[in-house]
C-alpha cells in the first residue's frame, strides 16, 4: 500500500477502484467503498452508519444495493457468518478465512493454509469440481476471555 499522500488522491483511487470494476462512480457508492476500506468486515447498517454522516440522503437500501452491486462485480466479498448479519470486505483477492468472536462478534483474518483456493480437500467431492472452501472458526477473542476470567467470582 503507498502512503496517503492527500484527501483527493484517495478520492480519485476509490473512482477508479469502482470503475476498474465496471460500476458507474456515485458519490454513495464511492463512500461505501471508503467506510468499508477502513471497517473490513462490516455490516450493511455499520456501512450505513457511516456513509449517512458523509453522504446524506444515502438510504440503508441503497448501501445494500452499493453492496451487492460491488460483489458482483467482485469488488467485494460478502461473508455471512450463521446467526449474523452479512459482513462485506474488500479483501478478494485470496481464499482467506475467519475467526470470529462468539462473544462479542469481533472478525478477524486468516490466512488460506495453501495459499491457493481451495485450502481444504473435501474427504469426498462427490465429482465436483470444488472452487471455494470457506472456513469460519468460531472462539472466544482475548479481550473477551480476560473479561470472563475477571468476571468469574473468587473461591471464599
Ligand atoms: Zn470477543
Ligand atoms: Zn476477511
Given at each position: 500500500m503507498?502512503?496517503?499522500?492527500?484527501?483527493?488522491a484517495?478520492?480519485?483511487?476509490?473512482?477508479?477502484?469502482l470503475?476498474?470494476a465496471?460500476l458507474?462512480?456515485?458519490?454513495s457508492?464511492?463512500?461505501?467503498?471508503?467506510?468499508?476500506g477502513?471497517?473490513p468486515?462490516?455490516?450493511?447498517?455499520e456501512l450505513?452508519?457511516?456513509?449517512?454522516q458523509t453522504?446524506?440522503?444515502t438510504s440503508?437500501?441503497s448501501?445494500?444495493?452499493?453492496?451487492?452491486?460491488?460483489?458482483?462485480?467482485?469488488?467485494?466479498?460478502?461473508?455471512?457468518?450463521?446467526?449474523?448479519?452479512?459482513?462485506?470486505?474488500?479483501?478478494?483477492d485470496d481464499n482467506?478465512?475467519?475467526?470470529i468472536?462468539?462473544?462479542c462478534?469481533?472478525?478477524?483474518?486468516?490466512?488460506?493454509?495453501?495459499?491457493?483456493?481451495?485450502?481444504?480437500t473435501?474427504?469426498?467431492?462427490?465429482?465436483?469440481a470444488?472452487?471455494?472452501?470457506?472456513?469460519?472458526?468460531?472462539?472466544?477473542?482475548?479481550?473477551c476471555?480476560?473479561d470472563?476470567?475477571?468476571?468469574?467470582?473468587a473461591?471464599?
Amino acid at each position: 500500500m503507498p502512503p496517503h499522500t492527500h484527501a483527493d488522491a484517495h478520492a480519485v483511487d476509490t473512482a477508479a477502484r469502482l470503475r476498474a470494476a465496471g460500476l458507474r462512480v456515485t458519490d454513495s457508492r464511492r463512500a461505501v467503498v471508503e467506510a468499508l476500506g477502513e471497517r473490513p468486515h462490516a455490516s450493511a447498517e455499520e456501512l450505513f452508519a457511516v456513509v449517512a454522516q458523509t453522504v446524506p440522503g444515502t438510504s440503508l437500501q441503497s448501501v445494500y444495493n452499493a453492496l451487492g452491486d460491488f460483489v458482483d462485480a467482485g469488488l467485494a466479498r460478502r461473508i455471512e457468518p450463521a446467526g449474523r448479519p452479512g459482513l462485506f470486505e474488500l479483501r478478494v483477492d485470496d481464499n482467506h478465512h475467519h475467526l470470529i468472536c462468539s462473544s462479542c462478534g469481533a472478525v478477524e483474518d486468516v490466512d488460506c493454509v495453501v495459499g491457493a483456493a481451495p485450502c481444504l480437500t473435501p474427504s469426498d467431492a462427490h465429482g465436483y469440481a470444488v472452487q471455494v472452501a470457506e472456513v469460519t472458526f468460531w472462539g472466544v477473542c482475548p479481550a473477551c476471555s480476560a473479561d470472563r476470567a475477571a468476571a468469574v467470582p473468587a473461591a471464599s
